[in-house]
């Protein structure tokens, strides 16, 4: 503004403008490009055209008669004033001026000088060329050069640019150097087949050639590299740099090393698909393979799901170690029936494994569940001194007669497997429709039992006694649980216990049979014990001594009174827990005894390995024990060893008196059986058992 001041004071008292200026004036409006005229020999401004005055700020009329050396920076004054009398100078040289503006600003102006003659008087017309934002322009160009090379060598992937011709190497970065361990100096100018073999050059080569006459942004997936440190995988993004006139110039490539990448990728996919522990194929994997082939139905299809029987023993009383060494081998015969058969094997988890082949009919399937059962069954060595013995029972269903789809499918070779398992495991069973009514069925009943549980109706306690077999005392009575359903009748123990621990309805039955035991013995005026059977699912949780505890303090019966029995199969889950529940109770004073005893596994081990106070001899010894030795000698053998432990032993299923005659003969301190007596309810139900009783012949009789 200062500068602006001094012209507008130099110049207002002068008059420049005359005809001629504004003859040049008229004519200097009529172009866009700023300019002005000014006298050769004093340098004043006599005409400026508008674009002038817009460049520099200044009005026309501040401009006239000013000096043009006064709008050069003071540095470039002395050497313009020499340069700017010679039109010829400046118009070699083509220097760039600094001039100033009328606020102050300093802009970068190439001028082009030309002599003119006005009157008597001679001019120079000067054309004023800003270079301001060129100049500007470079510097950035620059700054951006500098700013894409640091980008371009701070990218971790490698980023090279061939000639799009001759396919030479003109940059390649330092991710590039690293990658493929060659400097840059010594790539570029040279080809990929100066790089790599000519089969992997001329690949790179016709890929880079279909980039280019595509003219589009193409990206290569997993495209093998050759490297010194061996076979890298890379993710190649290339696109073609056509140059002004659109013919190709450039070929643009970053390549992303992937290799690890792929492999994680590909660890994640079979794991996705595979079982950790056996790699064999996993549900998912079971599923895709099914569908696959339940959606060709080229072929009958056989579904065989097989369960291991014993597992869970091994697991439990081996750890958990052996029991996946176990499945491991187990894993290992699965995968040469699969070899041998052509089948896929998956495991489902736990100890469920299923196999799916195609197969004529049901005959040839269940014959191949036969031959995987055998195979499974045999002994495995697991490590020295570690010989198990394991065995295998299958469920068969075949498509499409057994269904269309995989749900479906296996669904009903669960149900087979069941069935399989239900008439004494090591078996193979092909599904029938039969087996889907009996589901349906135990369904229907584990309904009907917890509405029963939840309402407490038509469950009922009856107690059997357990005499002297001198005395014929009653020193206990075993409850036993019996339910009359609605439209079923009297249900047998047998059928909905089973329900009861499958669905863990166990536990609520175990504690209501536990409190109306315990009431009921109350008022027994020979105050004998009364037992009471606890399924393995009640044991192992740490809760039963609080269980009988609240039972005995809301009934008020001393826990002398009360005998727990469990069989040797509950001490198989869980043993350790188990065998804390049972001292638990036996610190309390309750009684423990042993059921069932000769029918489960490792007796002896269990008797050292808990004190009880009662060893009840499997009634199927004592049935038998009249007519066969062997059954006399484990009755009587067990008798012996009760007697050298001080421990009572009790025959249960006397059901004469030549079986009360032989056991008394062989030992036996206590015995129980109809012979003795049948259970029967307490005297509070007796009257709605007895109505329940008639009403099968009610109902017959209209």
């Known amino acids: 503004m200062g500068k602006q001041s001094a012209i507008t004071a130099d110049g207002a008292g002068r008059d420049v403008r005359t005809r001629c200026g504004e003859k040049f004036e008229a004519f200097l409006d009529l172009t866009p490009t700023p300019a002005w005229v000014y006298e050769a020999d004093t340098f004043t401004l006599v005409a400026a055209n508008e674009a002038a005055c817009s460049l520099y700020g200044y009005r026309r009329e501040d401009l006239l008669g000013v000096s043009v050396l006064d709008l ?100 390649l970065n330092e991710a590039g150097e690293n990658l493929l361990q060659i400097k840059r100096q010594e790539l570029i100018g040279r080809t990929d087949f100066d790089l790599f073999d000519p089969e992997e050059a001329e690949r790179f080569r016709t890929a880079d050639r279909e980039v280019v006459a595509l003219g589009k942004l193409v990206t ?129 988890g736990g100890d469920e494994f299923a196999a799916v082949l195609d197969c004529p009919d049901a005959e040839h399937a269940r014959l191949f569940a036969v031959d995987l059962i055998r195979s499974l069954g045999e002994p495995y060595n697991l490590s020295p001194g570690q010989r198990v013995h394991i065995n295998a029972s299958a469920g068969i269903a075949l498509s499409p007669e057994h269904g269309l789809e995989s749900e479906v499918l296996l669904w009903r070779a669960d149900l087979a497997l069941y069935a399989s398992k239900a ?42 006694p357990i005499v002297d077999i001198e005395t014929g005392e009653a020193t206990a009575r075993e409850a036993l649980i019996r339910w009359h359903e609605f439209e079923r009748g009297w249900v047998p123990p047998a059928t909905f216990i089973p329900i009861a621990e499958q669905s863990d309805l166990i536990n609520d039955l175990g504690v209501f049979v536990l409190n109306r035991a315990c009431r009921a013995a109350l008022t027994w005026e020979d105050k004998a014990r009364v037992a009471v059977n606890m399924s393995a699912r009640q044991l192992g949780r740490g809760t039963l001594a609080n269980t009988v505890l609240e039972a005995l303090a809301a009934s008020g019966l001393s826990p002398k009174r009360l005998e727990i029995e469990i069989t040797e199969t509950a001490l198989l889950v869980n043993e350790d827990q188990t065998l804390a529940d049972l001292r638990q109770l036996r610190a309390m004073g309750v009684r423990v005894a042993l059921d069932d005893f000769g029918t489960g596994y490792s007796s002896l081990s269990h008797l050292r390995a808990f004190p009880f106070d009662k060893i009840k001899i499997d009634g199927s010894f004592v049935a038998d024990a009249v007519e066969r030795s062997d059954c006399a000698a484990v009755v009587k053998s067990i008798a012996e060893l009760g007697r050298m432990l001080g421990v009572k032993t009790v025959a249960e299923g006397v059901e004469n008196t030549a079986q009360m005659d032989c056991v008394r003969r062989l030992g036996c301190r206590e015995v129980q059986g109809h012979l003795i007596g049948k259970a029967v309810p307490e005297p509070e139900d007796r009257l709605r058992v007895a109505e329940l009783d008639r009403e099968p012949l009610l109902r017959v009789n209209g």
């Open 72 to 171: 050069c920076i003071e540095e470039e004054r002395e050497l313009a004033g020499q340069r700017m009398t010679d039109p010829d100078q400046v118009n070699a040289a083509k220097e760039i001026w600094s001039t100033l503006c009328s606020d102050g600003r300093i802009i970068k102006v190439m001028m082009f000088l030309r002599r003119v003659s006005c009157g008597s008087s001679h001019c120079i017309i000067a054309c004023v060329i800003d270079f301001t934002e060129q100049k500007n322009a470079s510097l950035e160009l620059k700054r951006t050069k500098i700013f894409l090379d640091a980008v371009v060598e701070s990218i971790p992937s490698m980023v090279f640019v061939k000639d799009a011709v001759d396919g030479r190497f003109v940059l």
């Open 220 to 348: 290569i997936d997993k495209e093998p590299l050759t490297t010194p440190a061996g076979i890298r995988l890379l993710r190649t993004q290339k696109v073609g740099v056509p140059d002004l006139n659109g013919n190709p110039r450039y070929l643009l490539g970053i390549s992303e090393d992937v290799t690890e990448k792929v492999k994680m990728e590909e660890r994640n996919k079979h794991l996705a698909l595979y079982d950790i522990l056996t790699n064999l194929p996993n549900r998912t994997a079971f599923f895709d393979n099914l569908s696959a082939r339940l959606k060709e139905r080229k072929q009958r299809t056989a579904l065989l799901f097989i369960d291991l029987d014993g597992f869970k023993r091994v697991n439990d009383t081996r750890g958990h170690k052996i029991g996946d060494l176990l499945l491991k081998q187990v894993a290992k015969r699965f995968e040469r029936f699969s070899a041998a058969t052509g089948s896929h094997v998956s495991r489902l």
């Open 423 to 464: 008439s004494g495991r090591g078996q193979a069973s092909v599904f029938a429709e039969a087996m889907e009514d009996e589901m349906r069925e135990r369904n229907e009943l584990e309904i009907a039992l917890r509405q029963a549980l939840e309402d407490e109706t038509n469950l009922f306690v009856f107690y059997q």
